[in-house]
């Protein structure tokens, strides 16, 4: 239908428009988990390839990488100067966090590579 | 403002006088270290009423894999295979225990060594159960304080601390999962709720470590695993959709789901179980969730971001029930277990799997039991839920659920009642604390009007103040009334709970007590006797069959190989044992010569009228027995349906094994005056079959009160 093609062209306009006008910062963290994904997909696609044994290692790698993305995003969240919810949190507690639980993560899947 | 009696204090002790703060804070200090004390003092009868030892079957493992853990280290306990129990195959224990109970004991023998207290293992074993109760007191009052304030807390911490369905299975001697695992339950869902209310990446990263402190501890993580996104699926559905939601959840299943991974027996559980595809299908949802909130922030435009939203909810619906369906059809995504899905299907595990149905903890739980272990918080209990749906927030969504959740399983299964125990104290609180304060507000108020009235001149008001000057004190004297009335009930509830605890909760089981014919005590020994006898008088790789109930007994006292034990995995070689007690002497006998079988023990309770015993579970022997061998037929043994084993019993239960053996020269023995000789005190009935002959075994050791039998089996003969 035209009006849903030129709905849809109107969306992404609109939404590459409000997204060009987000701070450098969270673009920053945008770029780190869209590279994230992309290595988990391609962890995906290689354990297509050649089969999922050892099942822990590709769970750890798969995981680590869903693991920091998620990390991210709640970092994004919590230093977004725009959200009200997180006004009193000061940013640095917020890497800190992220930083904290980042090194649990790569910890517990180092003991899980195997 | 201080109370004038103090200013006649001398000028030193003036210093000494707090602000209404300060005094919170210490009456507040003081209730709570008295609850902590309270809470471990109150399970410690058995242990001053017969002596510091390990109760019941299942602790028994977990005693004897402490000792392993603190005489051979970690990494041996990692590794460790056993093969003195379910001879010949063996037991990858490593592999098969949730080491949690097991390594938090050894830490604490650790620790109080390392400040030169030389306790032995099985003091610490014994009192670990104890002290996870006094911590867990500590734990409700915080997460009494999250939900609704302060004063709840002290009250949840107070319920929790005497709560019987909580004592029943932490008692001092009971050194079982559950004691550590309520624990971390009550931990991590404090954590959790509290990372939901600050949004704090530090709080959700907690509530993971005790997440992984739960999956550790006992198999019934898979109740977080479900409430939780349970309650954040809720929280979704009734708008409640937050950033701090997203930020508390997905931190805590990331890095929980991972810690969980690292313990053996759970593997890759997380990811391929059934059980626990509702908390991937949540975090997917809130992937959605984040992803639309955003673009609607972005796009700040009505109709183009219903279009979107449109187009994303078909997608997302589409690929969901696809991955769902292809899991679970190619079979990828295991089933629900046996042991969960008699949860949701109650009647499932009498027809499909008679071992779980025969564990007496696994039945449907009686009204009885119900006031038994929960006393008045049973109608506190609705009260609570009515002042949590009156202040709705978050935190009281979780209790609420949490609640009502657990109540309805611990309808379907006993055992469960200690999971209902935490909840069912905090909203019981609940109610309490704010009832009580209500009250004391009115009667405050009312003692302060008065006087306030007495100063109006004004006719009109002053005849208004004066009717309503006639209801007050009315109202007074019946909130005072009230109070009584409550104060009452809280102290019958304590009455109640003390007395539960001594009378029924605190016994050993391995020690049984008894009143003799002059009042005094008399107590029986048999099973330590018999284990002792077993260790002191058997060679060394002697291998004993018994039912599975006694399996972790005698491989932890009696240090002799066993053939099943309580741990179950392996139905068929449960159903082999069986079918060897089932059977008549010589079929038996080739049985018993395939396991390599010397000794064979059974417990008896005829002459002390003991009715936990092998003739009184003989019957399931010979259910488990013919579910894997079709020989082995029910009817056989009964009369008309009925089971008896007196004269009218039938043939094939005359003269089965575990008769013969239970009954071997009991028809001499006079048990009761007035009765013929080989009258069976628990069945009530002389005993058919007197006149027992053996002919492949020989009787090694009888207790002193006949409880446990023990037989040696002789070797084949030279000449066949």
């Given at each position: 239908?035209?009006?849903a ?110 | ?30 209730a ?20 510091s ?47 949690g109970?097991m ?41 009494g ?46 954590l ?60 805590m ?13 759970v593997g890759?559980q ?47 619906i ?27 299907d ?6 499909h ?66 999971v ?31 006087q ?73 020994d ?16 002697a ?78 022997m ?8 079709p ?8 009369v ?6 007196d004269?009218?019993?039938a ?70």
């Amino acid at each position: 239908m035209p009006r849903a093609t030129s709905d849809a062209k109107l969306l992404i306009q609109s939404l590459g428009k409000a997204y060009a006008a987000t701070p450098t910062n969270l673009k920053i963290i945008d770029l780190y988990v869209v590279f994230v994904v992309a290595t988990a997909l391609i962890q995906v696609a290689y354990m297509g390839l050649v089969g999922s044994f050892p099942f822990n290692s590709f769970l750890s790698g798969v995981l680590s990488c869903i693991g920091t993305a998620v990390l991210a995003v709640c970092l994004r969240i919590q230093v977004n100067k725009d959200n009200k919810e997180f006004k009193d949190l000061p940013p640095e507690r917020a890497f800190a966090d992220f930083v904290l639980c980042n090194l649990v993560l790569h910890l517990v899947i180092m003991n899980f590579l195997g | 403002m201080a109370p004038p009696a103090l200013d006649s204090l001398p000028a030193p002790l003036r210093s000494l006088r707090l602000k209404t703060k300060q005094q919170e804070l210490l009456l507040r200090v003081s209730a709570l270290a008295l609850i902590y004390v309270l809470a471990f003092a109150v399970r410690l009868f058995s242990v001053l009423r017969y002596e510091s030892m390990i109760h019941e079957f299942d602790p028994y493992f977990n005693y004897r894999t402490t000792l392993f853990l603190t005489e051979n280290g970690f990494s041996e306990f990692w590794n460790w295979f056993d093969s003195e129990s379910w001879y010949p195959l063996g037991r990858v224990v490593g592999g098969t225990l949730f080491p949690g109970l097991m390594v938090t004991a050894a830490l604490l023998h650790r620790l109080l060594h390392a400040l030169s207290l030389a306790v032995h293992i099985r003091e610490v074993c014994v009192l670990t159960a104890p002290f996870f109760a006094a911590n867990t007191t500590l734990v409700a009052y915080a997460f009494g304080r999250e939900i609704w304030d302060s004063g709840a807390g002290l009250v949840a911490a107070a319920l929790i601390a005497i709560v019987p369905g909580y004592i029943s299975r932490s008692v001092a001697g009971s050194y079982d999962n559950e004691g550590v695992a309520i624990f971390a339950l009550l931990l991590t869902f404090y954590l959790f709720v509290r990372a939901v209310n600050t949004g704090s990446l530090a709080w959700a990263l907690a509530s993971a470590f005790g997440y992984f402190y739960m999956v550790s501890a006992w198999g019934g993580y898979v109740f977080i695993i479900n409430l939780i996104p349970l309650y954040v699926l809720v929280l979704l559905v009734t708008g409640r959709y937050s950033q701090r939601l997203y930020v508390a959840y997905n931190c805590m299943y990331v890095l929980g789901m991972l810690l969980a991974m690292q313990i053996r027996f759970v593997g890759f559980q997380h990811v391929q179980s059934g059980e626990h595809m509702a908390a991937m299908g949540v975090f997917f949802l809130l992937q959605v969730f984040f992803f639309l909130d955003w673009v609607q922030y972005l796009l700040n435009d009505a109709r183009l971001f219903k279009s979107f939203l449109r187009i994303t909810l078909t997608c997302v619906i589409t690929v969901g029930a696809l991955a769902l369906g292809i899991g679970t059809a190619s079979g990828y995504i295991s089933p629900w277990t046996g042991r969960f899905y008699s949860l949701l299907d109650p009647t499932y595990a009498k027809d499909h799997i008679p071992i779980i149905a025969s564990v007496s903890e696994h039945q449907p739980t009686a009204w009885s039991s119900f006031m038994f272990d929960f006393h008045i918080l049973l109608f506190l209990f609705p009260a609570g839920l009515y002042f949590c749906f009156k202040r709705l927030s978050d935190a009281t969504i979780f209790i609420v659920m949490y609640g009502l959740t657990s109540m309805y399983f611990a309808g379907v299964m006993v055992r469960l009642i200690l999971v209902a125990a935490p909840a069912v104290c905090l909203i019981s609180a609940i109610a309490a604390s704010a009832t009580i304060k209500n009250l004391t507000t009115l009667i405050r108020t009312k003692s302060r009007s008065p006087q306030t009235t007495s100063g109006k001149t004004t006719g009109s008001k002053a005849a208004a103040k004066g009717a309503v000057d006639q209801s007050l004190p009315f109202q007074h004297n019946a909130a005072i009334a009230l109070l009584l009335g409550a104060f009452y009930l809280l102290s019958r509830y304590a009455i109640h709970c003390t007395w539960v605890t001594s009378e029924a909760y605190s016994s050993p089981s391995i020690v049984l007590a008894a009143r003799g014919h002059n009042g005094g005590r008399v107590i029986f020994d048999d099973y330590r006797e018999a284990y002792y006898w077993l260790r002191q008088n058997t060679p060394p790789d002697a291998k004993i069959m018994s039912w599975w109930d006694y399996g972790y007994q005698i491989t932890a006292m009696g240090n002799r190989t066993v053939i099943v034990d309580n741990n179950t995995w392996n139905n068929t070689h449960i159903a082999t044992v069986g079918r060897a007690m089932s059977s008549y002497e010589d079929e038996a006998y080739e049985i018993m010569q395939s396991l390599d079988v010397n000794y064979v023990l059974v417990v008896f309770g005829g002459v002390t009228g003991y009715s936990s015993d092998d003739i009184n579970k003989f019957l399931w022997m010979v259910r488990i027995g013919g579910g894997v061998f079709p020989v082995i037929k029910e009817p056989d043994y009964l009369v008309n349906g009925e089971y008896r084993i007196d004269k009218g019993a039938a043939p094939k239960m005359l003269n089965c094994l575990m008769y013969k053996l239970c009954y071997y020269r009991f028809g001499e023995l006079t048990t009761e005056y007035g009765k013929p000789p080989g009258y069976d005190r628990v069945r009530g009935v002389e005993i058919g079959n007197k006149d027992i002959k053996l002919e492949y075994l020989e009787e090694a050791f009888t207790t002193s009160n006949w409880i446990v039998r023990i037989y040696k089996v002789k070797p084949p003969k030279n000449r066949s």
